[in-house]
């Protein structure tokens, strides 16, 4: 597995491998990988010739008081992990290789970025659109591989890509839980044991929502007021929001239908997680 540092190599290795008639995919990550940035990879590898992982703490999508300093870095043990996966290259960068002093270009998607973690993270999807566009024009892949837990990511990806006519496949993969349910995530680590026990309230929230989509319920406001119930059940978790949107548009709907995202955000401790289902 060859570690790149640079855009100029990273774009030279892509370029070469689609000369030879190879796939290309790409799996954007920002370390402290677990199994579903694993599950990403293993999508990659089944859908492309050759795959390349980039490990980047992108400093643009943090706010001034989260935790872009303490964010898990466990970069040996990330390549040791894709290694053992068959990944081809790892895009390491430092930030200087990725905002060239002075850049004063980013990529905004209006409206859309205001919306779910954008309300409560201003400025987070201004730095997610714009290191993954720098990433793409850097990697130049055919298909791109992002979970699913990051829904509204992924919709301010979609729309990025479309706009900007760029040439790549978003390649969207299932959440990959706990055995008890917890979606998989890097600040799952920042948990101590009694909140890590306080957080599958976010799974249990939407598989109650779940359940009553199966009977019938459409009403978004009475399916919100189901996982709000369930979340009253663990009084120290702060709910950041709940809600039922077009995945499209994120915007809220007043009845869900197949396609509908329904999504939470909340607090556990200081620690901020996500979860979301769609609806079949």
Not at 50 to 79: H, K, L, M, W
Request: glycine share 6%.
């Amino acid at each position: 597995m060859r570690v790149i540092r640079t855009v100029g190599e990273l774009r030279e290795w892509s370029r070469a491998a689609r000369k030879a008639g190879q796939s290309v995919g790409l799996v954007p990550t920002m370390g402290a990988l677990h199994a579903g940035h694993i599950s990403l990879v293993r999508a990659a590898k089944v859908s492309c010739d050759v795959v390349a992982a980039s490990i980047f703490v992108n400093p643009t999508q943090f706010g001034p008081n989260e935790d872009f300093a303490r964010y898990p870095r466990t970069f040996d043990e990330d390549c040791a992990l894709l290694e053992a996966e068959g990944v081809d290259v790892v895009f390491a960068p430092d930030a200087e290789e990725i905002y060239p002093e002075g850049a004063a270009t980013f990529v905004e998607v209006t409206g859309l970025s205001e919306r779910l973690d954008g309300k409560s993270r201003p400025g987070h999807f201004r730095g997610v659109a714009t290191v993954v566009a720098k990433l793409f024009i850097a990697a130049e892949p055919d298909r791109a591989f992002f979970g699913q837990k990051d829904a509204a990511q992924v919709a301010v990806l979609r729309r990025t890509v479309a706009d900007l006519r760029l040439p790549v496949e978003l390649v969207v993969c299932p959440i990959v839980r706990e055995p008890d349910g917890l979606a998989l995530s890097s600040r799952n680590r920042y948990l101590s044991t009694e909140e890590r026990r306080q957080a599958r309230v976010l799974s249990r929230a939407l598989h109650a929502v779940e359940t009553q989509i199966a009977s019938g319920e459409r009403s978004a406001r009475a399916l919100i007021d189901v996982a709000v119930a369930e979340f009253s059940r663990e009084p120290q978790v702060g709910i950041d929001y709940v809600t039922a949107v077009d995945w499209a548009t994120l915007l809220p709907v007043e009845t869900v239908a197949s396609g509908t995202l329904f999504a939470v955000a909340a607090f556990v401790g200081t620690t901020r997680l996500i979860d979301n289902f769609v609806v079949a």
